[in-house]
């Protein structure tokens, strides 16, 4: 789960997404990591308690962050 935020794409955020859908892109970000997971165990069963790990482990507030940087640094310009 780590590795996946850490090789989040600048590219597509300023590709993809307006600066107004910071939470459109946290929300489809969380879900892209929920069912890699799930893919991988190969059961959708705990898409729940891994969604809520990840938001517990601050990793929604990563995305976020990692979001507005990127939107105010290099999508801007």
Not at 2 to 15: F, I, S
Not at 36 to 42: D, E, F, H, L, S
Not at 50 to 75: M, P
Request: net charge negative; charged share 25%.
């Amino acid at each position: 789960m780590k590795q996946y935020v850490e090789n989040l794409n600048r590219d597509d955020v300023c590709t993809y997404w307006g600066d107004y859908e910071v939470d459109n892109y946290v929300d489809s970000s969380m879900s892209n990591i929920v069912e890699r997971v799930c893919k991988q165990i190969g059961s959708y069963d705990l898409y729940d308690e891994i969604y809520e790990y990840l938001v517990n482990n601050d990793y929604q507030s990563q995305i976020r962050e990692f979001f507005i940087n990127t939107y105010n640094t290099y999508c801007s310009k």
